[in-house]
């Protein structure tokens, strides 16, 4: 059974960086053909995805965080990991890391959906 | 990015009751498009995937449907434990998107 398990500091400072990690169990990241993603839910508000890494270590973001936003991969310790510079108050959330996985459409077409959820992280930013 | 649409935000039901919550594309999306249930506190669950598969696990009382724009989640009989927020999702072009949530309450 995979397991995601979120870590990292639970409160930053604003125009620091934030750096949180997932650690998986049950799976291999670099071995099995999954994507690797982070999610987060402001308070309120809906669910918003940060972007993905693929096991190659393709990575995809989300447009608006693209500038700030990197997603690694740590084979050897088979963890991955966020990273958001210059941080606002904007970037508070619960901050959940996941596995999304890919299938074929009745539509000649492809989509991936969220199949594993950690249990999330919440960030707060602020001085 | 497409955006999602969910409707009603908030909807109040009894157990035993059947309830539908819609989502609306932006834009076509096929049938890229998954349901997800959340309880407060927690992190959200996967319920059906590819418009209408449910999740190994997930109640056949839950039923996803739609494609195109227009897309449904159904619970037949409501159950005390299905009190919760849910959300759809949609993939097109490498992206990523979620509707606002519509949250189900106990009347």
């Known amino acids: 059974q995979v397991r995601l398990q979120e870590s990292g500091p639970g409160h930053v400072k604003p125009s620091e960086t934030l750096s949180l990690t997932c650690s998986v169990s049950g799976a291999s990241l670099t071995s099995d053909s999954y994507f690797w993603t982070w999610i987060r839910q402001p308070a309120g508000k809906p669910l918003e995805w940060v972007g993905r890494i693929y096991t190659t270590g393709t990575t995809t973001y989300r447009l608006s965080l693209r500038s700030r936003a990197t997603i690694s991969l740590d084979a050897p310790n088979n963890q991955f990991s966020l990273t958001l510079t210059s941080v606002t108050a904007a970037d508070s959330a619960v901050y959940f890391c996941?596995?999304?996985?890919?299938?074929?459409?009745?539509?000649?077409?492809?989509?991936?959906?969220?199949?594993?959820w950690g249990k999330g992280t919440t960030v707060i930013v602020s001085s | 990015d497409i955006h999602l649409t969910q409707s009603p935000s908030s909807l109040s039901a009894s157990v035993g009751d059947r309830v539908t919550i819609t989502c609306r594309a932006s834009q076509g999306i096929t049938d890229s498009l998954a349901w997800y249930q959340q309880k407060s506190g927690s992190a959200p669950k996967l319920l059906v995937y590819?418009?209408?598969t449910l999740e190994t696990g997930v109640p056949t009382r839950f039923r996803g449907r739609g494609a195109g724009t227009d897309f449904t989640l159904t619970i037949s009989s409501l159950q005390p434990e299905d009190f919760a927020t849910y959300h759809c999702q949609q993939y097109y072009g490498n992206s990523i998107t979620f509707g606002q949530g519509t949250r189900l309450e106990i009347k």
């Open positions: 996941a596995r999304e996985e890919a299938a074929a459409g009745s539509f000649l077409n492809y989509y991936n959906y969220i199949a594993v």
């Open positions: 590819g418009a209408s």
